[in-house]
C-alpha cells in the first residue's frame, strides 16, 4: 500500500514538485536565518574569546560587556594583583577612536591596548607577521576583516601609516581575529602606546586579565576578587555571554530574525497545505475505491504519511543542503568570516517541517477520512 502511495504522489508531478518546493523553501529560510542569527549574536563575546589566555575578567561594577565598559583608575591593577590565587594580572585598554588614513579618509577604529610585557589580549593566532613587531616605534596591529575594510582589494595594510589623536601609527601586522558584532576595524598595541592614541581622560583602564593559580577555579577567584576589592569580576566563559545577553536584549535582532521564521513556517504551511490538499481532492476517487476494496482507515493514515515523509524529506534534504552552500559561497566575504550551522539549527527547521507536514497532512486527510466508499460509483 505505501509503494501505491508513493506512485500516486509522483504520478502527478507538478503537485508532487510543488510540494518539495514548498518544504525546501521553508527550511532554507528558516535554516539560513536562524544560523546568520547565531553567529551574530556570537560575535558579542568576541572580544573575549580574542584573548583565550585570560581566566577572568575585572572591570568597574558597572561595566557590562567589552565594548560597554566604564574605566577605572590604574590602582584598580594593583588591588587585583593583591588578591590571593591570582597568578598574573596585567591591564587592558579598549577604547573607540577616528583615524585618518594615508588617503586622507577617516575611519571608526577600536584601538585595544595589551600588556607591553607579555602582550596578553592579543588574538592567537596572526596572518601576517609576528606579534613581536610590536616592539618596534609607533606600530599596531591590524585585524584581517578590518584590513579588508579600510584598504582595496589588493593592497597589503603592511606598512601603511595612519593618524591617530595627532599620533603616527604604523601597520606592520595583521591579525587573525574573531569580527566584532559591527565588524569595526581593529588595532592592537601595547598599553603605554596605546594611552598616546586615545584622547586622555582621568581613568584610563578598561579592565584587568587575570590568570587563575593553580588550585582555584576561574568562579572562585572572581567570588574573592569581588569580595576583596569591590570590582565586578566575571570567569571568561559568563563574560562571553554577557556579550550575548547584551545584544539578545538591547536590539531589535531576535525580533527581526524571529519574524523571518516565522514568514518562513507560514509560507510552507500556505504552499504545502494548499498542494496537498489539492493533491488530495483530485485522488479523492482513488481513495474511495480502496475503502471499497477493504482498505481501512488506518492504512490510508499511513498512506498519506508516507506521501509527507517523501515530501519532507526530499524538501527538507534540499533545503539543508541550499543553505550549505549559501555559506559555503559567501565564506569568502569578511562579514561572513567563520560562521557555521550549528547542530542545533538542522533539528530545529526538521521539527518546523515534521510540523507543518503534520498540520498540512491532517487538514487534507480529512476529507479522504470521511470519504465513503459508495463515492466511487456514482
Do not use: C
Not at 259 to 265: D, E, H, N, R
Amino acid at each position: 500500500m505505501i509503494w501505491i502511495a508513493i506512485r500516486m504522489l509522483t504520478g502527478d508531478a507538478q503537485k508532487f514538485y510543488g510540494l518539495v518546493f514548498g518544504i525546501a523553501f521553508s527550511t532554507l529560510l528558516i535554516t539560513q536565518q536562524l544560523t546568520i542569527f547565531v553567529n551574530l549574536i556570537e560575535r558579542g563575546s568576541s572580544g573575549v574569546y580574542n584573548v583565550p589566555s585570560a581566566d577572568i575578567w575585572v572591570m568597574d561594577p558597572v561595566s557590562r560587556t567589552t565594548d560597554v565598559a566604564y574605566a577605572m583608575p590604574v590602582t584598580a591593577l594593583d588591588r587585583v594583583r593583591s588578591v590571593p590565587g591570582v597568578e598574573w594580572a596585567v591591564p587592558h585598554l579598549r577604547a573607540g577612536a577616528s583615524v585618518r588614513t594615508g588617503d586622507g579618509d577617516l575611519e571608526g577604529v577600536t584601538v585595544i591596548g595589551v600588556d607591553d610585557a607579555t602582550l596578553i589580549g592579543l588574538p592567537k593566532g596572526m596572518t601576517v607577521g609576528t606579534v613581536e613587531v610590536l616592539s618596534q616605534p609607533d606600530s599596531v596591529i591590524i585585524d584581517d576583516v578590518g584590513a579588508t575594510r579600510m584598504f582595496p582589494a589588493g593592497e597589503s595594510p603592511i606598512g601603511q601609516r595612519l593618524e591617530l589623536n595627532d599620533q603616527r601609527a604604523v601597520i606592520r601586522g595583521v591579525a587573525d581575529a574573531i569580527p566584532s558584532f559591527t565588524s569595526q576595524v581593529t588595532l592592537y598595541t601595547k598599553y603605554s602606546q596605546a594611552l598616546n592614541y586615545v584622547p586622555g581622560t582621568r581613568n584610563r583602564l578598561s579592565f584587568v586579565l587575570v590568570g587563575a593559580a593553580p588550585g582555584i577555579t576561574a568562579a572562585q577567584l572572581a567570588s574573592r576578587i569581588e569580595q576583596q576589592t569591590g570590582l565586578r569580576a566575571r570567569p571568561r566563559d559568563d563574560f562571553a555571554r554577557d556579550g550575548i545577553n547584551f545584544i539578545i536584549e538591547n536590539t531589535g535582532i531576535p525580533l527581526n530574525f524571529g519574524i523571518t521564521v516565522a514568514l518562513g513556517f507560514i509560507v510552507g504551511v500556505a504552499i504545502v497545505g494548499l498542494t496537498f490538499s489539492l493533491f488530495i481532492r483530485d485522488n479523492l476517487k482513488q481513495f474511495g475505491a480502496l475503502k471499497a476494496i477493504g482498505v481501512t482507515n488506518g492504512k490510508i493514515r499511513r498512506m498519506v504519511a508516507a506521501q509527507a515523509g517523501l515530501v519532507g524529506l526530499i524538501g527538507y534534504g534540499l533545503g539543508v543542503v541550499g543553505t550549505v552552500l549559501f555559506i559555503w559561497g559567501f565564506s569568502g566575504e569578511p562579514t561572513f568570516k567563520g560562521f557555521y550551522i550549528p547542530w542545533q539549527v538542522p533539528l530545529i527547521s526538521l521539527l518546523a517541517v515534521s510540523l507543518i507536514l503534520t498540520l498540512t497532512g491532517w487538514l487534507a486527510l480529512r476529507n479522504v477520512l470521511r470519504t465513503e466508499p459508495a463515492e466511487v460509483f456514482r
